[in-house]
């Protein structure tokens, strides 16, 4: 809510909270969150069991609905059409979405070791791409973290290098470049900064043949700094 104040936006109510996978940067404001909105909660089994074993008891007092989803499925949420794809993490049963809406197609990819072809799918004809970019590899080689839990960013059911997010973008068969904005996400504070990113992106981009280039807006988020309102 104070990034959004920020930006000159806010909202008043909530329909729903939708949950990609367990892990405590996705979920750990799940029982503020349903203690200020009374609404229904959109996650896989799976995924509902894990948040069960991990987050307080206040998570299940304060939970009024669970909507059980799963990978494969579209669903309305309002004027809003939901589909959950699989992607490759180390979870209980990650996911993806895709929005549609007023002609309009959002994806949110994060937290995914490799580009599976189903996701690269999944990903065309977005007018907004949220895409992870999460580790240089040269920074997480020789940075602060234990070398086991190198090996599982690493791995590919971790999370998504500089390298690899630019092997995407620069392939006219797996990114179809109609984006009109591609954000770069999930960056990581020890192993990436932001510059990188966005060089490697502009590298991967400036790659493609003429006939299939990128005309959209490349935005690098920042976990300290609210992007502004995108106008889709």
């Known amino acids: 809510m104070a990034r959004l104040a920020a930006v000159g936006a806010e909202f008043d109510h909530l329909d729903a909270v939708l ?14 969150v349903l203690g200020m909105w009374k609404v229904p909660l959109y996650v ?12 307080p008891d206040t998570f299940r007092k304060r939970l009024q609905r669970a909507e059980s989803i799963q990978a ?26 895709t929005f549609r809406t007023n002609g309009s197609k959002v994806a949110i990819c994060t937290d995914l070791g490799y580009m599976p072809a189903l996701v690269k799918v999944h990903l065309r004809e977005t007018d907004c791409l949220i895409l992870e970019s999460n580790h240089d590899l040269d920074m997480l080689k020789v940075g602060p973290y234990p070398w086991v839990v190198k090996q599982r960013v690493l791995s590919r059911t971790g ?3 500089n390298h690899a997010v630019s092997e995407f973008l620069s392939d006219p068969d797996g990114f179809d470049a109609l984006a009109r904005y591609l954000v770069l996400a999930h960056i990581s504070e020890e192993n990436n900064n ?18 299939a280039a990128f005309v959209g807006e490349l935005l690098v988020a ?11």
């Open 222 to 232: 920042s976990q300290r700094v609210p992007l502004k309102p995108l106008d889709l």
């Open 159 to 161: 999370h998504l290098s």
């Open 19 to 32: 949950i990609t996978h367990e892990h405590s940067d996705h979920c750990n404001g799940l029982p503020q």
């Open 44 to 55: 896989t089994e799976p995924t509902l069991d894990a948040l069960q074993r991990i987050l």
């Open 194 to 211: 932001p510059d990188l990113a966005r060089l490697s992106a502009e590298e991967a981009l400036g790659r493609r043949p003429a006939e």
């Open 72 to 97: 494969g499925q579209r669903f309305v949420i309002g004027d809003i059409d939901v589909h959950a794809f699989a992607i490759p993490h180390d979870a209980a049963d990650p996911i993806g979405f």
